[in-house]
């Protein structure tokens, strides 16, 4: 049986190789590593043209939207946040095209963290522009400190990885209103969504923390095994 080509979303950032200093289309290497570790094939999507989009979805067998900066507020109806990261403009639309195409033809798709994100707003739903502000604390957002989190054993992401887990992730936005056939299926203590699916679709898994790092591989397991089938 063929390995399934996995596409996942990339940087087009400037980067310095040598003498040289370009623009270049990156990715941190544990997603490609982890697709590689659990039987698929990783392969990069540059978010340039929305043309292509369409030809990515019927070449793929499954997606992984990947972690990066926070999304533009005004693509959820809320006001600018000034201590946002650069934001991306060009990434937002690439990807929230991605992710649309994706649900539409029941494509396999993992959305991490910003990803996560991406897949809600595609869908319709909104994000909690600056997370620190609206829970009153700054456990969110701490680099390095890990939280526990519950998890839905019926889930498609319970199945895959039990029915809690303690995850480092560090985020500013957070899912606020839950996207057109979305459900959350993990939460903080303190009912933050840190897990979401896409209910009717062959597999289609958001979460807030990054599954491609550290030794537990078995959610982007879960992934290829949907795409192989």
């Known amino acids: 049986m063929s390995r399934p080509l996995i596409g996942i979303t990339a940087y087009l950032e400037a980067a310095r190789w040598g003498t040289w200093v370009r623009e270049a289309v990156l990715s941190p290497p544990s997603y490609a590593r982890a697709v590689e570790k659990a039987g698929g094939l990783p392969v990069l999507l540059p978010p340039l043209n929305l043309g292509g989009v369409d030809g990515y979805v019927r070449e793929l067998s499954g997606v992984i939207l990947a972690g990066g900066g926070e999304l533009d507020p005004s693509l959820y109806g809320a006001a600018r946040e000034d201590r946002a990261e650069d934001l991306q403009p060009h990434r937002d639309r690439f990807e929230l095209a991605l992710a649309r195409a994706a649900v539409q033809a029941d494509l396999p798709l993992l959305a991490v963290a ?22 009153d604390h ?4 701490a680099a390095g400190r890990a939280h526990l989190i519950q998890i839905s054993v019926s889930s498609k992401l319970g199945k895959a990885v039990g029915d809690r887990a303690e995850v480092t992730a560090p985020h500013h936005q957070a899912v606020k209103r839950l996207g057109t056939g979305l459900q959350a299926v993990a939460w903080a203590d303190d009912q933050i969504v840190e897990g979401v699916e896409l209910q009717g679709h062959r597999f289609a898994v958001g979460v807030q923390w990054h599954p491609e790092r550290g030794e537990d591989n078995r959610l982007v397991e879960a992934l290829v095994e949907a795409a192989t089938g």
């Open 114 to 135: 910003r990803g996560m994100h991406v897949l809600n707003v595609a869908q319709g739903g909104s994000l909690i522009p600056w997370l620190p502000e609206a829970v």
């Open 138 to 141: 700054d456990r969110h957002v």
